[in-house]
């Protein structure tokens, strides 16, 4: 029903930033909200932010307070990661979702519906 692509990850050296995108195609669904997640090898899924359907409430894992910031344009169904003070603990395939529901405290993977394929970053020391 809803596509979902990533783009944006690549190498990056310790300190430097990177801007995930994630465009929506098909069918989209007003008031959804949008998320990002992560998955390292061999650790589980992971949450990184989420944002609601206005934009105007943002929610972050403590791993990345301070400096990622995820955004969204309803207007041409993308939803962004900013990632600067990159670390190496940051690596990891990256996964845009976005969940019908809307609401609710949006940091549990299983309550998103549509998925991307991911976008690896890796951060070298």
């Known amino acids: 029903q809803v596509q979902l692509v990533e783009s944006g990850g690549g190498l990056v050296q310790a300190g430097g930033s990177l801007r995930l995108s994630c465009a929506a195609s098909?069918?989209?669904?007003?008031?959804?909200?949008a998320g990002w997640f992560r998955q390292a090898p061999g650790k589980e899924r992971e949450f990184v932010a989420a944002?609601?359907?206005?934009?105007?409430?943002?929610y972050y894992a403590d791993s990345v307070k301070g400096r990622f910031a995820i955004s969204r344009d309803n207007a041409k169904n993308m939803v962004y990661l900013q990632m600067n003070r990159l670390k190496p603990e940051d690596t990891a395939v990256y996964y845009c979702?976005?969940?019908?529901?809307?609401?609710?405290?949006?940091?549990?993977?299983?309550?998103?519906?549509?998925w991307g394929q991911g976008t690896q970053v890796t951060v070298s020391s």
């Open positions: 979702a976005l969940d019908r529901q809307g609401w609710g405290t949006l940091e549990h993977d299983y309550q998103y519906d549509y």
């Open positions: 098909g069918r989209t669904f007003k008031n959804y909200a």
């Open positions: 944002i609601r359907w206005t934009g105007a409430n943002t």
